[in-house]
């Protein structure tokens, strides 16, 4: 890969570790670059600092490969790269829907200083429409180069606990390019990519920044539509789970995000549709996806009737009960609890004067850093002990496979409610558990 571009990834978090080991992996040479001095330390010496399953794999072989370097240095950054991919995180700004633009905005101009020839940035971080081109003015006026640098968009589908396969696999690539030669540099420098037949859209900068956002607002329209089902089926007594399975076998609709239970949750969903709606009323088409608001508030009740199906399986009161809570990662292959629907049924549980232990395969770590008021266990069985009530809230296989005669041995009451729809309900209540999950009678 002689006239390969020379690849910096700039953010070293979920996003851009992944894409920087994997893009190492691929053939190129790669310089991870992250402000974090401790996170660039761990991936130096080839540890990943996140739980992501492959990817300590991948880490090692490209370190080894020689063809992978982290830094925390720009100057070194702008010197060694000729593409320049930025992977920094966008979350929701404090007290508001907006998207916090600060990490992007503070690493694209301490880039920019030291961009004294042709080069190629390109963003990959989910942005508000209309970033990429204020972006473009920015960088060209820091940077010595001025006009020869340019900036693409080339959001980034992958999903935590998939992150490496759809990293090296996409279903697609976006190119969103200003220029033939700002395809051509991207062309070159997803070339192994592309060879695997991957199909490929290109597209100006806000088409490329706007697919993100929609894509993940579809997601989350569907979740919270087959959610909302569900409340229906609670009303008449149905099932939403037979819904959901019937709705399915029509192949224009398929089964993919269309899961019932307690809703979605993670540092994506939530907080991308939210910043798309009010990204939406600033250019005065809030209108347009009014809707999401909807698919939000049907996401966040998912959580409050939770809570109301535990206590009235406890018969009314959750204060003063035992609770053994399973899971607290937003979803499992997991160790990430941003906005994590578990940890939230979980707190609120414990406010209301529950006596609740948590037990995740992944996240305990992040949940005890972040949530020192609750308790924690050191398995699924080991909290499930002497428990009222066990609260299923994110599907880990650990889980799903409990034998319930097992389970039985060691909780004081047989009840279990499956936030997740992922147990068999018969073979539970056969081995004599009251068995409850939302939507379903
Ligand atoms: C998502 C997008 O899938 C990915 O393309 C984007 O790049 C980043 O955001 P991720 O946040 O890793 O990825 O999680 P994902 O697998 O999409 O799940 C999101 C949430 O939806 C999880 O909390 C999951 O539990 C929930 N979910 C998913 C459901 O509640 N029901 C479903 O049917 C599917």
Not at 383 to 405: G, H, K, M, S, Y
Request: glycine content about 8%; charged content about 25%; overall charge negative.
């Amino acid at each position: 890969m002689n006239d390969s571009p020379r690849l910096t990834v700039i953010g070293t978090g979920y996003l851009g570790a992944t894409h920087a080991i994997c893009m190492a992996v691929l053939g190129y040479e790669v310089l991870g670059v992250d402000v974090d001095e401790r996170k660039i330390a761990q991936l130096a010496s080839g540890t990943v600092p996140f739980f992501e399953p492959g990817l300590p794999e991948l880490l090692a072989k490209a370190l080894e490969s020689g063809r992978l370097r982290f830094t925390t240095s720009f100057e070194e950054a702008g010197r060694f790269g000729d593409v320049h991919f930025i992977c920094v995180g966008t979350p929701q700004q404090p007290g508001s829907d907006a998207c916090d633009l600060t990490y992007v905005e503070a690493s694209v101009s301490a880039l920019a200083a030291h961009l004294d020839r042709r080069a190629l940035v390109v963003g990959k971080s989910t942005v508000p429409v209309g970033t990429a081109a204020r972006l473009t003015s920015m960088v060209q006026e820091l940077a010595p180069a001025g006009t020869d640098v340019e900036l693409a968009w080339n959001p980034e589908f992958l999903r935590e606990g998939f992150a490496v396969d759809d990293t090296m696999h996409p279903d697609r690539l976006v190119f969103g390019v200003a220029s033939e030669w700002a395809e051509q540099r991207l062309r070159a420098a997803f070339a192994p990519i592309l060879e695997q037949g991957t199909p490929v859209v290109t597209t100006d900068l806000a088409t490329a920044e706007l697919v993100k956002v929609a894509a993940n607002s579809f997601l989350a329209t569907k979740i919270s539509y087959i959610n909302a089902m569900a409340e229906v089926c609670e009303a008449v007594g149905a099932d939403v789970k037979d819904l959901a399975d019937s709705l399915a076998l029509d192949d224009r609709i398929g089964g993919k995000f269309l899961k019932p239970g307690l809703g979605f949750g993670g540092g994506c969903l939530p907080k991308d549709i939210r910043a798309f709606a009010h990204r939406a009323e600033e250019i005065g088409v809030g209108q347009a996806v009014s809707f999401l608001r909807e698919v939000d508030d049907i996401n966040r009740r998912r959580r409050a009737r939770t809570v109301d199906l535990v206590r009235e399986l406890l018969g009314g009161q959750i204060s003063g009960a035992r609770i053994a809570c399973w899971g607290a990662a937003f979803k499992p292959n997991s160790d990430d609890i941003r906005d994590a629907p578990a940890l939230d049924v979980a707190r609120t549980m414990h406010g209301l004067g529950g006596h609740v232990r948590v037990y995740d395969p992944a996240a305990l770590d992040n949940a005890r850093r972040a949530f020192p008021e609750l308790r924690y266990g050191e398995s699924a069985l080991d909290v499930a002990q002497d428990a009222d009530v066990v609260v299923l809230l994110t599907e880990w296989a650990d889980f799903r496979e409990i034998d319930p005669d097992a389970l039985a041995q060691v909780v004081r009451t047989k009840r279990i409610v499956d936030g997740r729809h992922v147990l068999d309900a018969k073979q539970w209540r056969d081995a004599g558990w009251e068995y409850r999950a939302l939507g379903r009678s």
